[in-house]
């Protein structure tokens, strides 16, 4: 039997068992109410949801990456970016981070965009693993299809699918990308991409069997190697916060205006995020938050309430699926109380 411990043998060595954050909404069931949520309501969200978790200490960085572990675990920000384009923050909101697997729904966006969402239906597929992030297992049983660009062979078949001359043409466009998602220049964390391509021999051989499987066209060293430096780049909660408000607001930044997605291809990328966005938790997620979201082992968090706002997390000790403890637990309880739910419009 597949033993998820083992895939996170490194990761999760020796850390206290950690409980998947248990917290069912309350019976009453939260819908997306139609008006935005008031600057009142917003601040009052992030300031409870701060304060309730802020002296959780369970979980613990993940150290398969070295830099990872010597992130201060302390840190917790939170962000939220509205339809008017307005951020507000709580916490260590301007703290750069990696965003590690955070990046993977905007390189999938973003080869969309370029090749049609169908590359990404046929390439890698639309479906969830039930396995960890990194699983081989998951490869194997479908010759590398029938999984998602979010867990990383998908991811990295995604990235392989970039079009461009050379690699450093693909970075370029990764790059502007998730930068005009942002609003502001992004750069990578050159401590933490050095650490982790010097750690990546997992993903090397992902990244050689899904070239095996011709699931991409690119060298598949320069594929892992792009995905190695799009995880390394570097945000705060607030720019993944304006990142996850660009997915709500139908693929326009609502900081500066600029559509940056095509509106047609946003459903398709939620819809992926709540199937797989926390990895094989993502069930158990869905079921307590109702909102699409993507995880990153950096620590990062960001969640989608289309229509309404953007929301991020920052937190860095993770529990055994990779995912922020304190940062599930905020989002969990924004969502919850801002009713943002897309399942219950009711009408
Ligand atoms: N760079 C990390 C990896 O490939 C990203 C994983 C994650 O955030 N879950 O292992």
């Known amino acids: 039997m597949l033993n998820r411990r083992k895939f996170f043998g490194a990761m999760t060595a020796g850390a206290a068992a950690v409980a998947a954050p248990g917290l069912i909404p309350s019976a009453k069931a939260h819908a997306c109410s139609a008006s935005a949520p008031s600057e009142a309501e917003i601040k009052a969200a992030l300031a409870a949801a701060y304060t309730a978790h802020k002296g959780v200490s369970e979980g613990q960085n993940a150290d398969y990456i070295p830099a990872l572990a010597k992130v201060p675990s302390r840190y917790f920000g939170i962000a939220l970016a509205s339809a008017d384009g307005q951020v507000r923050e709580v916490g260590d909101s301007r703290q750069p981070f990696t965003i590690q697997s955070i990046s993977k729904p905007f390189t999938m966006a973003l080869v969309m965009q370029e090749s049609g969402p169908k590359l990404i239906e046929d390439s890698v597929g639309v479906d969830a693993t039930g396995q960890a992030f990194n699983a081989i297992f998951a490869i194997e049983q479908h010759r590398g299809r029938e999984m998602n660009p979010l867990v990383n ?195």
Not at 199 to 204: D, S, Y
Not at 215 to 220: G, L, S, V
Not at 313 to 322: H, I, K, M, T, V
């Open 153 to 347: 062979p998908g991811a990295i078949a995604t990235v392989g699918n970039i079009k461009g001359a050379s690699p450093d043409e693909a970075w370029g466009k990764i790059i502007r990308f998730y930068s005009a998602c942002a609003g502001r220049q992004l750069q990578v964390d050159a401590e933490v991409y050095k650490s982790e391509s010097e750690t990546n021999q997992r993903n090397r051989a992902i990244g050689a069997l899904m070239s095996a499987y011709e699931r991409f066209p690119m060298d598949p060293e320069a594929a892992t190697d792009l995905y190695t430096r799009q995880c390394s780049v570097s945000a705060s909660a607030r720019d993944l916060a304006i990142m996850a408000a660009t997915l709500a607001f139908g693929g326009r930044n609502p900081v500066t205006g600029q559509q940056v997605i095509d509106r047609a291809l946003v459903p398709g990328i939620l819809a992926v995020m709540a199937t797989a966005g926390l990895y094989d938790d993502s069930g158990k997620w869905l079921f307590q938050c109702r909102l699409p979201a993507k995880s990153g082992v950096g620590g990062g968090l960001i969640a989608v309430a289309p229509g309404r706002f953007g929301v991020a997390a920052f937190s860095p000790p993770l529990d055994e699926a990779g995912n922020s403890v304190r940062s599930q637990r905020a989002i969990i309880d924004i969502a919850q109380a801002l009713n943002a739910n897309p399942f219950a419009q009711f009408g």
